[in-house]
């Protein structure tokens, strides 16, 4: 709540209360293990009188449990107190919040009166035998194991530091004071032991009296809760919870896992679509700024409509083999624009990698049927051809808008600058490839190599071997003659 607030006030209480809190807190966790271990048990209804060698760890509990309910002069309460009066000079809303806190400090100061009270006296807390039942954790108690000094020591030293922390606050203030500066800037920690008769203090003061009541009057309250508790409890809250996630995750992987790849894929397509349009329209900006020119040269229209072309007849081909040799003519069609755009490079590399694509869509589709298959697909035509043209409107959309958003200035002129001193090269693209990429054209040719050796590959394959022949006599001259062997369908003809 004290980060969240966002003042420096705050934030400096919150660091405060975080470091006091850790260390109470640790400690108190540390004894608590050790009570579990010594007498079998860890339920504090069921403790037994504690004898002289648990006084120390008594007094660890003790220490830590009062600085966790902000009793002076420990460590805990300068925290609370910073707490406080940072509520206390903010707003309103601060102010409504401070109501909540105190209350909750109420409760912190009842529940470690408990805790404390069930370690030292733990006749205060324990109910009658008949109303316990069975241990359901640990049972009926174990022996009783004090514990050692090196077991001990850590939740000793924790304690020592919180009370220290209390006293001495200058060392503290500095730790908290740096830690609040790299939060906010304007924070400044300035913690101290006593302030003054100030509202904080009333307000710790209060909290105290209230808590101590509440334990001194813990039986009535027992009795208040008992009667204004709701039927369902926050565990079965969380359970319910939980079942009702799971039963909804079943019923929703039905739908959305239901082992059809056309069915991911959509989804897959329509979420990357969906993302980046509402990013923009709930983002704002200026992000559109028009239409580019439509073409530079008539040559360009032309090669744009044998793209369009190969295109659309590639998606309405019934054949295999046709679909993959539109699918190349639609790279061609994009090389022969890099060529008109005056880069005949670029052109080159996109003429080999789609020759090599075709060739290996080729070499697979020998082995699959001529035609695709007409079955009742898992997501209709219109659905496909809703989420195919999102897609494509997305990718020109996406072009175009961030080839009209740009922040920073394009690299391309000082590649032009420094491709003749630097490089010793007339051709820029030249000069790209080998010099100022050299590791990435170096990792392309890898890649092309691997790709041909694939190809080889498929090629020796997918060959198929030579027709089984058998020698048989019957040849005019009397010489034997070679004939091929019949399949059983021509025999049978």
């Given at each position: 709540?004290?980060?969240?607030?966002?003042?420096?006030?705050?934030?400096?209480?919150?660091?405060?209360?975080?470091?006091?809190?850790?260390?109470?807190?640790?400690?108190?966790?540390?004894?608590?293990?050790?009570?579990?271990?010594?007498?079998?048990?860890?339920?504090?209804?069921?403790?037994?009188?504690?004898?002289?060698?648990?006084?120390?760890?008594?007094?660890?509990?003790?220490?830590?449990?009062?600085?966790?309910?902000?009793?002076?002069?420990?460590?805990?309460?300068?925290?609370?107190?910073?707490?406080?009066?940072?509520?206390?000079?903010?707003?309103?809303?601060?102010?409504?919040?401070?109501?909540?806190?105190?209350?909750?400090?109420?409760?912190?100061?009842?529940?470690?009166?408990?805790?404390?009270?069930?370690?030292?006296?733990?006749?205060?807390?324990?109910?009658?035998?008949?109303?316990?039942?069975?241990?359901?954790?640990?049972?009926?108690?174990?022996?009783?194991?004090?514990?050692?000094?090196?077991?001990?020591?850590?939740?000793?030293?924790?304690?020592?530091?919180?009370?220290?922390?209390?006293?001495?606050?200058?060392?503290?203030?500095?730790?908290?004071?740096?830690?609040?500066?790299?939060?906010?800037?304007?924070?400044?920690?300035?913690?101290?032991?006593?302030?003054?008769?100030?509202?904080?203090?009333?307000?710790?003061?209060?909290?105290?009296?209230?808590?101590?009541?509440?334990?001194?009057?813990?039986?009535?309250?027992?009795?208040?809760?008992?009667?204004?508790?709701?039927?369902?409890?926050?565990?079965?809250?969380?359970?319910?919870?939980?079942?009702?996630?799971?039963?909804?995750?079943s019923r929703v992987t039905a739908v959305v896992q239901p082992g059809s790849l056309p069915i991911y894929?959509?989804?897959?397509?329509?979420?990357?679509?969906?993302?980046?349009?509402?990013?923009?329209?709930?983002?704002?900006?200026?992000?559109?700024?028009?239409?580019?020119?439509?073409?530079?040269?008539?040559?360009?229209?032309?090669?744009?409509?044998?793209?369009?072309?190969?295109?659309?007849?590639?998606?309405?081909?019934?054949?295999?083999?046709?679909?993959?040799?539109?699918?190349?003519?639609?790279?061609?069609?994009?090389?022969?624009?890099?060529?008109?755009?005056?880069?005949?490079?670029?052109?080159?590399?996109?003429?080999?990698?789609?020759?090599?694509?075709?060739?290996?869509?080729?070499?697979?589709?020998?082995?699959?049927?001529?035609?695709?298959?007409?079955?009742?697909?898992?997501?209709?035509?219109?659905?496909?051809?809703?989420?195919?043209?999102?897609?494509?409107?997305?990718?020109?959309?996406?072009?175009?808008?961030?080839?009209?958003?740009?922040?920073?200035?394009?690299?391309?002129?000082?590649?032009?600058?420094?491709?003749?001193?630097?490089?010793?090269?007339?051709?820029?693209?030249?000069?790209?490839?080998?010099?100022?990429?050299?590791?990435?054209?170096?990792?392309?040719?890898?890649?092309l190599a691997t790709a041909a050796v694939g190809v080889a590959a498929l090629v020796r394959v997918g060959r198929r071997p030579r027709p089984a022949t058998s020698?048989?006599?019957?040849?005019?001259?009397?010489?034997?003659?070679?004939?091929?062997?019949?399949?059983?369908?021509?025999?049978?003809?």
């Amino acid at each position: 709540v004290l980060f969240g607030i966002g003042r420096p006030e705050s934030t400096i209480a919150g660091c405060a209360l975080l470091v006091a809190h850790g260390l109470f807190k640790a400690a108190l966790f540390m004894v608590v293990g050790m009570v579990d271990h010594g007498t079998g048990t860890r339920d504090i209804r069921r403790l037994p009188e504690l004898g002289a060698p648990w006084h120390p760890a008594l007094t660890v509990a003790v220490v830590s449990a009062a600085s966790m309910a902000a009793v002076a002069p420990l460590a805990g309460f300068v925290a609370k107190e910073a707490a406080y009066d940072s509520l206390l000079s903010g707003s309103d809303g601060d102010r409504l919040v401070l109501v909540g806190i105190v209350v909750g400090s109420v409760l912190t100061v009842a529940y470690s009166a408990r805790l404390v009270a069930a370690l030292v006296r733990p006749g205060l807390v324990r109910p009658a035998a008949a109303e316990l039942g069975p241990d359901p954790v640990s049972g009926a108690g174990g022996e009783d194991h004090p514990p050692t000094w090196d077991f001990l020591a850590p939740a000793a030293i924790l304690a020592m530091v919180t009370a220290s922390l209390g006293v001495f606050t200058v060392p503290w203030s500095r730790l908290v004071d740096g830690a609040g500066r790299a939060l906010d800037g304007d924070a400044h920690a300035h913690l101290a032991l006593w302030h003054g008769p100030t509202a904080a203090l009333g307000l710790s003061a209060l909290t105290l009296a209230a808590g101590a009541g509440l334990f001194v009057l813990r039986q009535r309250v027992a009795v208040i809760q008992a009667r204004l508790a709701p039927p369902i409890s926050g565990a079965d809250g969380y359970q319910w919870v939980v079942s009702a996630v799971v039963k909804g995750a079943s019923r929703v992987t039905a739908v959305v896992q239901p082992g059809s790849l056309p069915i991911y894929v959509a989804v897959v397509l329509v979420t990357a679509v969906i993302a980046p349009v509402v990013s923009l329209i709930v983002g704002g900006g200026a992000w559109w700024h028009g239409w580019p020119g439509l073409a530079m040269s008539p040559i360009q229209v032309v090669t744009v409509g044998f793209l369009i072309a190969g295109a659309l007849a590639a998606t309405l081909a019934r054949r295999r083999f046709a679909a993959a040799l539109l699918l190349g003519s639609v790279g061609y069609a994009m090389a022969l624009l890099f060529v008109v755009q005056g880069a005949p490079d670029l052109a080159l590399t996109q003429v080999a990698c789609e020759t090599l694509s075709v060739v290996l869509f080729l070499l697979v589709l020998r082995v699959l049927p001529d035609r695709f298959e007409r079955s009742t697909p898992a997501v209709r035509v219109v659905p496909r051809l809703v989420v195919a043209t999102m897609v494509g409107l997305l990718a020109a959309g996406g072009a175009l808008v961030a080839g009209s958003n740009r922040t920073e200035p394009s690299v391309s002129a000082e590649m032009v600058d420094r491709a003749k001193p630097d490089g010793h090269g007339a051709n820029v693209v030249n000069v790209i490839l080998v010099d100022i990429r050299g590791m990435d054209t170096l990792g392309e040719v890898t890649v092309l190599a691997t790709a041909a050796v694939g190809v080889a590959a498929l090629v020796r394959v997918g060959r198929r071997p030579r027709p089984a022949t058998s020698w048989t006599a019957g040849h005019p001259d009397g010489r034997p003659r070679l004939r091929r062997r019949l399949n059983p369908a021509e025999e049978a003809l």
